[in-house]
């Protein structure tokens, strides 16, 4: 308890200088700055490679912080007393008087919001008078990072610091959902976008296809491990990587389990330090079995989707 105290001071130190930290959050790692400081979002994107349109979220411990911001509807206020805090992150108005960075936005008037649910970020947004702008943790395009080591893995010596809080428990991003107008999900996440439909009492557009210029982000290069990776596979070729979701009866060297009994959540938390393992021992292609198009499944494939629009660079 001690130690964590003393290391969110240590967070709040950098942070406080407008330094870009590490910091953990329920879903994946987030790359975070003084939302609210030009110099400190404009590290955030350097650090990433981020082209400048593509927004950043920014995170909030409470309500009240965040009316200071953006303008709030009724479909805001029926998710968040259901989700937040937790893996959804809404597209609200700006308000002419915020404080928020132009950067973070691109000079556009919306603004992706978020409440996480990590205890360790939860406590260090509490001792900030600002939000924190964070993508996630590694650089444009590549795998996320879902522990602290990873983010180091990603950036080095280029970031002073990462607030350690373990490994995230979701594993995968929060869902985004714009209420700006009609409610559209523009990506897939660890909340089930059926969950939101039933909130809202209707049925939502999806617009997550990698063309559409409200979230650039999802652009179809994405999640990259870096090397080709070929998705519903039965039986992978001889030296390839083989992600599987159910246990199999014999043992292989190139077997790597999401899950050893189709468990979707299980999965999703696996996910990104899977491709990650893989890599980095080495193997030149990956093959994944047949995830169900169900619930956290769809993001999951999602995901595997834009991993496997691999581009030598
Ligand atoms: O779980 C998460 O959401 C993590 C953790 C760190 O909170 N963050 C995360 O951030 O995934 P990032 O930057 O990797 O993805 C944010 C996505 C991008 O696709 C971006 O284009 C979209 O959100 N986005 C950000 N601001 C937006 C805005 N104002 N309007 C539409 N899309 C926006
Ligand atoms: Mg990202």
Request: proline letters at 4%.
């Given at each position: 308890?001690k130690t964590?105290?003393?290391?969110?001071?240590?967070?709040?130190?950098?942070?406080?200088?407008?330094c870009?930290?590490?910091?953990?959050?329920?879903?994946?790692?987030?790359?975070?700055?003084?939302?609210?400081?030009?110099?400190?979002?404009?590290?955030?994107?350097?650090?990433?490679?981020?082209?400048?349109?593509?927004?950043?979220?920014?995170?909030?411990?409470?309500?009240?912080s965040?009316?200071?911001?953006?303008?709030?509807?009724?479909?805001?206020?029926?998710?968040?007393?259901?989700?937040?805090?937790?893996?959804?992150?809404?597209?609200?108005?700006?308000?002419?008087?915020?404080?928020?960075?132009?950067?973070?936005?691109?000079?556009?008037?919306?603004?992706?919001v978020?409440?996480?649910?990590?205890?360790?970020?939860?406590?260090?947004?509490?001792?900030?008078?600002?939000?924190?702008?964070?993508?996630s943790?590694?650089?444009?395009?590549?795998?996320?990072?879902?522990?602290?080591?990873?983010?180091?893995?990603?950036?080095?010596?280029?970031?002073?610091?990462?607030?350690?809080?373990?490994?995230?428990?979701?594993?995968?991003?929060?869902?985004?959902?714009?209420?700006?107008?009609?409610?559209?999900?523009?990506?897939?996440?660890?909340?089930?976008?059926?969950?939101?439909?039933?909130?809202?009492?209707?049925?939502?557009?999806?617009?997550?296809?990698?063309?559409?210029?409200?979230?650039?982000?999802?652009?179809?290069?994405?999640?990259?491990?870096?090397?080709?990776?070929?998705?519903?596979?039965?039986?992978?070729?001889?030296?390839?990587?083989?992600?599987?979701?159910?246990?199999?009866?014999?043992?292989?060297?190139?077997?790597?389990?999401?899950?050893?009994?189709?468990?979707?959540?299980?999965?999703?938390?696996?996910?990104?330090?899977?491709?990650?393992?893989?890599?980095?021992?080495?193997?030149?292609?990956?093959?994944?079995?047949?995830?169900?198009?169900?619930?956290?499944?769809?993001?999951?494939?999602?995901?595997?989707?834009?991993?496997?629009?691999?581009?030598?660079t």
């Amino acid at each position: 308890m001690k130690t964590i105290q003393s290391n969110i001071k240590k967070a709040i130190k950098y942070l406080d200088k407008n330094c870009s930290i590490g910091v953990p959050t329920e879903t994946v790692y987030g790359l975070a700055a003084n939302a609210y400081v030009d110099s400190a979002v404009k590290k955030i994107f350097k650090l990433k490679k981020r082209p400048k349109n593509n927004s950043l979220i920014v995170h909030y411990s409470d309500l009240n912080s965040l009316k200071k911001d953006c303008f709030v509807n009724d479909n805001f206020v029926k998710l968040y007393k259901k989700f937040s805090p937790g893996p959804i992150t809404y597209i609200l108005r700006l308000k002419k008087n915020s404080k928020i960075s132009k950067y973070v936005t691109n000079n556009r008037k919306n603004l992706a919001v978020r409440f996480p649910k990590h205890k360790v970020f939860q406590k260090l947004l509490k001792q900030l008078n600002y939000p924190l702008a964070a993508p996630s943790a590694n650089i444009s395009t590549k795998v996320s990072a879902v522990q602290a080591k990873d983010v180091r893995e990603e950036f080095g010596k280029k970031i002073e610091y990462i607030l350690d809080g373990g490994k995230c428990s979701i594993g995968i991003e929060s869902t985004i959902v714009s209420l700006v107008n009609k409610p559209t999900i523009l990506r897939l996440g660890g909340l089930d976008v059926s969950k939101i439909q039933k909130t809202l009492g209707y049925k939502m557009h999806l617009n997550t296809n990698p063309k559409n210029k409200i979230a650039p982000g999802q652009s179809r290069l994405h999640y990259s491990p870096g090397i080709p990776l070929k998705m519903n596979v039965t039986e992978p070729k001889k030296g390839e990587a083989f992600i599987l979701m159910k246990k199999r009866k014999y043992k292989l060297d190139n077997f790597y389990y999401l899950s050893t009994n189709n468990n979707l959540k299980q999965a999703a938390k696996n996910l990104y330090s899977c491709l990650r393992k893989i890599k980095k021992k080495g193997y030149k292609s990956i093959s994944v079995e047949k995830v169900k198009n169900k619930g956290l499944g769809k993001t999951i494939n999602d995901r595997l989707i834009r991993a496997s629009h691999f581009k030598h660079t």
